[in-house]
Structure formats: structure tokens, C-alpha cells
């Protein structure tokens, strides 16, 4: 599928405050977009809008608000008089979760922000990409939703539900020539995987990661999933029979 270019319209980043919707959001200036930047700490947004005056519109917001995200988009649009050609839905909430610590709050939260934010921010933009027959929409899930892992009984059930739902889409957007990207990221050094007590293999650099994701994105492949190092093994887990699949993580 084709790619989205700056000058088919704006970008729209979700979860942009910090982390790798930020960093994306400074690469993407730097490929020549002009980007709405989105999140709920207004403050984060406009200091980051600050360093790229006339290029980043800092546009705050709640993902899980439905109303808000639709607000959101109407208000970019017209203010730029341009469409959302690229939307990268990227808010995510991450809880370290197992059966002994079950947190059905905490659950809840997950489900909100990764799955219904991501719903919301979908409806805010696909209608007029679909209208149009252009665009391209990007679902930040993670590798983490290959397969249930260990300590990840809530953020790794969002980030399944995430690819899935991807590829659901993706059927019905190539027929109107709208790309869907789903994003795999392993680790990234970001303020929440910093909660982090266990290893975390292959961890790369937030900037690294945002150059990963910008370059996957302009080639309009369907998955964008690094590092190798991880992503490979971990698609090799899904073809594994449950029981060797189980013997395997259950190891140490």
C-alpha cells in the first residue's frame, strides 16, 4: 500500500508527551510534517510544540473521551485546513500483572486507554480517510502481544486484541486504498518501561526507535516490528504447540 507523504495532509500522534509518540512526533518534523501532537499533559505538549514553532500543534486530550478525540480532529483540520493524512494512535498504559497480583483496576485502565483509546482515535479519523479513499493509520501494539507471556496478563491481552484488530481493518481499508500499519516495538527506554525491575533484553534508545518507526511507516509495510532480536523469536513462540510453548517460558 502507499504511504502517506506530508504533503497529502498533517499528522495526528496519540500518547505524544513523552516516550516514543514524542520522539516520533520530532522525526516526523524532521521528514518535513507538520504534526498534532496529543495527550493529556498540556503542559508537555505545548513545550514540546514550543521547539518546532509553525510544525507541531500541541492539541491536548483524554484518548479514553470519545467526544474529545472527534473535538480534537475537527479543531486541527480546520485550523490547518488540511486533513489527517497520517494518524498514529500510540497511548498505551503499561501494569506489571500475574494471577498473585491480579489488579482488576489496573486492568480496566489498560483496557481504556490501549484498546478503547485506540477505538476512539479510530473513529475520529477513519470515516474521512475512508471518504476520501487516503491516508494511513498507524496502532502502536507490541510484541508483547504475540502470545500470553509471563507478567503481562493485562498489557499483553490489549496489545493481542491491538494486532488483531489491525488486521481486521486492513481488509476493508485496502479496498479503499487507506494503509494500515500495526507497530511492534520490543523494549524502549521510555518513562514507563523505567518501572522496570526485570531484564529487558535488546532495550533500545526512544530515538532509535522512533527512526525505526518512521522509516517502517514511509515503506507502508503492514507491521513495523523490532528489534529482530526479539520480534523474530518471539513470532517463532506462536508456531510452537501449547505444551512445548508452556514448557519453554516455564523454565527458571
Known sequence: ???????????????????????????????????????????????????????????????????????????????????????????????????????????????????????NGLDAVMPAMLARKSGQIAIVASVAGYRGLPRAVAYGATKAALISMSESLKFDLDKANVTMTVVNPGFVRTPMTAVNKFPMPFLLEVDDAARRIVRGLARGSFEVAFPWQLAWPLKILQLLPSRLFFALLSRG
Open 1 to 119: 500500500m502507499t504511504a502517506a507523504t506530508p504533503k497529502d495532509g498533517i499528522a495526528w500522534i496519540t500518547g505524544a508527551s513523552t516516550g516514543i509518540g514524542a520522539a516520533v512526533a520530532e522525526e516526523l518534523v524532521a521528514q518535513g510534517w507538520t504534526v498534532a501532537i496529543t495527550a493529556r499533559a498540556q503542559d508537555k505538549l505545548e513545550a514540546l510544540a514550543a521547539k518546532h514553532p509553525g510544525k507541531m500543534i500541541a492539541a491536548a486530550g483524554d484518548v479514553s473521551d470519545a467526544a474529545a478525540m472527534k473535538a480534537i480532529i475537527a479543531s486541527i483540520t480546520a485550523s490547518s485546513g488540511r486533513p489527517v493524512a497520517l494518524a498514529i494512535l500510540n497511548a498505551g498504559a503499561w501494569q506489571e500483572m500475574g494471577a498473585d497480583d491480579f489488579d482488576l483496576a489496573a486492568f480496566r485502565t489498560m483496557v481504556e486507554v490501549n484498546i478503547i483509546g485506540t477505538a
